[in-house]
């Protein structure tokens, strides 16, 4: 055989085993696309980090986003994914059940803070007793998510109502929600630049999230944070309006303690992959990085569709 076709054989043969090669590769390579809350990032990120050193041959892809958004991207938009993890367990309920999605699990709580930094005005001196008082100022600016779109959003509403009964102010919550003052942005998390470049001078986003990124946070009281079941009975006297699951169509949400939920969605490419990741994010060393990032762990919870849990999956609910 001469050399130059001698070459072009050796070529094309690299060619091909390169190919095989490449292909062999991608085919071994999991892959587990996640949809999640923004406020999720951080911990979902860590335990992205923790599983792949045990799991090199797996990729994950996380997709933040306001927890409704997310669900719209599986119901309106058709998009797949592994695992939907929500800021608010209802979230699954009522947007993905029974039709998307036929079981949820509970797995961490949060309460919501006013978040600000030293640029913000009166940064000096708001604290627990003041706060909504320092937020009716007309001089400063509030951010919060948008309500059909994020459950922090609509949770924002909720206790801004809650604290006009609280405080026994019947103003409260028109002076601080009114378009003048409150900027809205798709996901809580949206805000922490604004308020950054001090566009804003206070936000409202979850302690979780101010702890994450060490922020200057106003403990806000039980009785109205939404972050005690102690004050269930409280939370339920703010309701609010949100889009349904149709065009037109509208949901009542009504106050109440803030829990965290997930699920694999009917349509999920890999679910074997996805049941294999939750054994560990709900394992001891993965809500401890939950824990670790500001929320707490609540697994096992109770499931009111413990039956149609997977399996291997059933450990983390309860009946």
């Not at 999230?209 to 079941?229: C, D, F, T, W």
Request: charged share 25%; net charge positive; aromatic share 8%.
């Amino acid at each position: 055989m001469k050399p130059t076709k001698l070459l072009l054989c050796l070529t094309l043969l690299l060619i091909a085993v390169s190919g095989c090669t490449n292909k062999q590769s991608k085919t071994s390579e999991n892959k587990i696309i996640v949809f999640h809350a923004g406020s999720l990032s951080v911990p979902l990120l860590k335990l992205k980090q923790a599983y792949k050193k045990v799991n090199s041959d797996t990729d994950i892809i996380l997709e933040a986003g306001g927890s409704r958004a997310c669900a719209r991207k599986i119901t309106d938009l058709n998009k797949k994914c592994d695992l939907m993890v929500s800021a608010d367990y209802k979230v699954i309920y009522n947007l993905l059940i029974p039709k998307y999605a036929q079981w949820n699990i509970k797995f961490a709580t949060n309460e919501l803070s006013v978040v600000y930094n030293k640029k913000s005005r009166y940064s000096e001196k708001i604290n627990t007793e003041n706060w909504y008082k320092i937020l009716k100022k007309q001089d400063v600016t509030c951010g919060a998510s948008n309500p059909n779109h994020d459950p922090c959003g609509y949770r924002t509403i909720l206790l801004l109502k809650l604290s006009s009964i609280f405080y026994k102010d019947p103003e409260l919550y028109s002076a601080i929600s009114s378009k003048k003052k409150m900027i809205i942005r798709p996901k809580e998390t949206d805000l922490i630049s604004l308020l950054n470049t001090g566009v804003i001078d206070y936000m409202f986003i979850y302690k979780s999230v101010a702890v994450q990124h060490k922020m200057k946070y106003v403990k806000l009281p039980e009785q109205i944070n939404l972050g005690s079941p102690e004050y269930s009975d409280f939370y339920k006297k703010a309701t609010i309006k949100i889009s349904g699951k149709t065009p037109g169509s509208f949901i009542t949400q009504t106050g109440a303690p803030i829990v965290y939920g997930l699920t694999i969605p009917e349509n999920a490419p890999d679910k074997k992959a996805a049941i294999k990741f939750l054994n560990f994010m709900l394992s001891e060393k993965g809500l401890n990085i939950i824990k670790n990032c500001g929320q707490k762990p609540i697994v096992p919870s109770k499931s009111e569709t413990y039956s149609k849990i997977p399996n291997q999956l059933k450990k983390f609910a309860t009946k």
